[in-house]
């Protein structure tokens, strides 16, 4: 595909809104809205209340001119400007690669994995697809995760620490001869609709126009889990399930060049509003306490990457600097480079590499695999597993051994295995990762588009959805086995991502697990259909359609996004249509 490139506040409010929203290929007046029809001349120019620097979301570094289908795969143009164009070529087919098993047992997939690639997980690049049932199966772009842990105030709260059986990443697939840690055809989801709104709000808007809100159900009998013990047995013998959905990966690598001193400014200006302007008594209550230490004005020990603040491990360039989280739903990466790419590539494939020698399972599994007949009578029948041995109990012995995650899983008793993926590849995969571009925006000489920008701020949306940052000289950090690479490097762009890079709370029915959510950011999300990437939005794809993700806000007068979202329940269709709009241009 030919490449083409243009060069080129936030206000507080006690509402704050948590949109993360969908694109559809029409707009809800069932007029065709198409992109980039009418940009024309206007591209690159100041438009009605767009400035000229909004036509490119990713600055002059981080911006594709590619508004087309496949844009999501676009390089920015730092990487072409720094001469990293075949390292991100050579990057792309990591994440476009299906791993397999060898007959070596380790090499690639498996033993156990939760997809066999990333692309598996981001169809398209982009968000995770709505599903009826969770399969994993190659293609078909679910994008969903499991969230297995022990509830505390209530059956299926969505409160509680993560069962010890499984991995953080549930998995679901194995390679022959053993079994996945969850048998996924025993998995249950159900979608249901909203009857009522727990905010008391009807199910139509003030002018007749109804919506529909759904939300899933998923849940794991006993018999599912292949571990020994089994999750019902240990902790409170209760055990509650939730599911969270991919986002896109494209113009990620912008995110990582926001700088701390910014994060902190973020965080300080949000709690000081809560604080001193809308005196709220518990400011814990908004901004979560893990990561933000009201009294002090300062982050919390949760905030730093790898846990705290004097640990100096991974450094902003090296410098000993601490970096904060600012990746993932539940904010648990710091940095592009450690982050949610760097790890999926190890624990969603189980790929291993230098830095990561060891397999990604769990004692209770390895335990289960090595007790299970059938794994032992099949590796029994054959010699050319690295398993075999002339008795049952050895087989088990190794089989025990071997799957266990261990500290250093290339040196044992049996075997001596060498990292699946090399230091030279990995910095490959990095390159691409860093360097995916976002598309520019479209229709912003649209008037329907100038008035949903309008209203959006006008209603407070702004307030988590902070439009744009600055980056900063963008010192990033990398493991030793790359240390001295070039990366792709985004110093000094003005960027919109519209996220605040911080979390929040809706009070939704079946939450996230844990409440606490990133606010996602919106930016390139209009071309997701066009892209054949998931259009449904919020953490497990329950909103259909933007208007169904807004209103998710106002589900509960908990929700920290409620007045807002109530301002918009309130707005007369056209505004409502052009909010939609708007959405889908940035």
Not at 12 to 17: D, G, K, N, V, Y
Not at 384 to 404: C, H, M, Y
Not at 508 to 533: E, K, Y
């Amino acid at each position: 595909m030919k490449r083409i490139y243009l060069m080129g506040s936030l206000a507080m409010a006690l509402s704050l809104s948590l949109f993360s929203c969908t694109d559809e290929n029409s707009d809800p007046s069932g007029e065709d809205f198409k992109p980039m029809e009418s940009d024309g001349k206007y591209v690159g120019e100041a438009v009605g209340n767009f400035s000229k620097e909004e036509w490119y979301p990713g600055g002059e570094l981080g911006t594709t001119d590619n508004v087309a289908s496949g844009c999501y795969e676009d390089e920015t143009p730092a990487v072409t400007a720094q001469g990293l164009i075949d390292d991100f070529n050579a990057g792309e087919k990591f994440f476009e690669r299906q791993f397999t098993s060898a007959n070596s047992g380790f090499k690639g997939l498996g033993p156990a994995s939760v997809r066999r690639s990333c692309l598996d997980c981001h169809p398209n690049y982009g968000h995770g697809r709505r599903m009826d049932s969770y399969t994993t199966s190659y293609g078909n772009g679910n994008g969903y995760l499991l969230a297995v842990y022990h509830p505390v105030d209530g059956a299926n709260s969505n409160d509680g620490g993560y069962v010890a059986e499984v991995t953080g990443m549930p998995q679901t697939q194995a390679t022959e001869p053993f079994k996945a840690p969850i048998d996924e055809s025993q998995i249950k989801m159900q979608w249901h609709h909203v009857t009522a709104m727990e905010s008391g709000l009807p199910m139509k808007f003030p002018d007749g126009e109804a919506y529909d809100l759904i939300y899933p159900e998923v849940t794991i009998p006993r018999s599912a889990f292949r571990t020994n013990p089994n999750p019902y047995d240990t902790g409170n013998k209760a055990v509650a399930v939730r599911v969270e959905s991919t986002i896109g990966v494209m113009g990620t690598g912008l995110l990582d060049a926001i700088t701390e001193e910014d994060l902190k400014a973020q965080y300080a200006s949000t709690a000081n509003y809560y604080k001193n302007v809308a005196k709220v008594a518990d400011v814990s209550e908004y901004v979560n306490p893990k990561f933000w230490d009201a009294s002090a004005d300062n982050f919390a020990a949760g905030a730093w990457y790898p846990g705290t603040e004097n640990t100096g491990v991974y450094a902003d360039g090296g410098n000993g600097k601490p970096m904060v989280k600012r990746f993932t739903y539940a904010l648990t990466r710091a940095t592009l480079q450690d982050g949610p790419g760097a790890n999926a590539i190890w624990n969603i494939t189980n790929v291993t590499r230098p830095d990561r020698p060891k397999l990604y399972t769990t004692n209770a599994w390895a335990a289960a695999m090595a007790e299970d007949k059938e794994v032992i009578e099949k590796i029994k029948n054959d010699p050319t597993s690295p398993f075999w041995a002339s008795t049952d109990d050895e087989i088990s012995k190794r089989v025990n051994g071997l799957l266990q995650p261990g500290t250093n899983q290339f040196s044992n008793e049996w075997h001596n295995f060498e990292p699946e993926m090399s230091a030279d590849h990995f910095y490959e995969f990095m390159v691409w990762h860093r360097g995916l571009a976002i598309p520019r925006a479209r229709n912003l000489n649209d008037a329907r588009v100038q008035q949903g920008k309008k209203v959006f701020m006008e209603i407070g949306c702004a307030s988590c959805h902070r439009p744009s940052w600055k980056t900063g000289s963008d010192n990033y950090w990398t493991p030793n086995m790359i240390a001295g690479k070039k990366l792709p490097r985004y110093a000094n762009q003005t960027i919109y991502p519209y996220s605040d890079m911080m979390q929040h709370k809706l009070y939704m029915v079946n939450d996230i697990h844990g409440s606490w959510c990133r606010t996602t950011p919106l930016w390139g999300r209009g071309l997701a259909a066009i892209n054949g990437s998931g259009v449904e939005r919020l953490h497990d794809c329950r909103a259909r359609n933007e208007v169904e993700a807004i209103m998710w806000h106002a589900y509960s007068k908990n929700s920290h996004a409620y007045n807002s979202a109530l301002k918009f329940y309130n707005l007369s269709k056209a505004d409502r249509d052009a909010v939609v709009m708007f959405l889908r241009s940035i």
